[in-house]
Nanobody, 118 residues
Framework: QVQLVESGGGSVQAGGSLRLSCVASGRIFSINTMGWYRRAPGKQRELVADIWGTTNYADSVKGRFTISRDNAKNTVYLQMNSLKPEDTAVYYC??????????????WGQGTQVTVSS
């Protein structure tokens, strides 16, 4: 069993900052890509950023968001600066990982709400 648990969401005014964290736990052998997705009201879920050696960002967040990870802690972070109302969404952690049973599987966190007011 593997779990991804996010934290750090909340409400902030435009221009503010938030830092999201996601910890993966359970029967993990190793983790490949870790990333953050978001789903805004009335929209499809979209990739925000991911990391596995190199980083990848959605154009809408480049220069404002920074993804990082601590492999020793199986944790991925998303530092979000200069937040805009259009960043309002539920943010989901995602991970491709090898379980201790040597299965490559994809997991999602439960999501954390980020609300940016103008």
């Amino acid at each position: 069993q593997v779990q991804l648990v996010e934290s750090g969401g909340g409400s902030v005014q435009a221009g503010g900052s938030l830092r999201l964290s996601c910890v993966a736990s359970g029967r993990i052998f190793s983790i490949n890509t870790m990333g953050w997705y978001r789903r805004a009201p009335g929209k499809q879920r979209e990739l925000v950023a991911d990391i596995w050696g190199t980083t990848n960002y959605a154009d809408s967040v480049k220069g404002r968001f920074t993804i990082s990870r601590d492999n020793a802690k199986n944790t991925v972070y998303l530092q979000m600066n200069s937040l805009k109302p259009e960043d309002t969404a539920v943010y989901y952690c995602n991970a491709d990982l090898w379980t201790t049973g040597r299965n490559l599987q994809n997991y999602w966190g439960q999501g954390t709400q980020v609300t940016v007011s103008s």
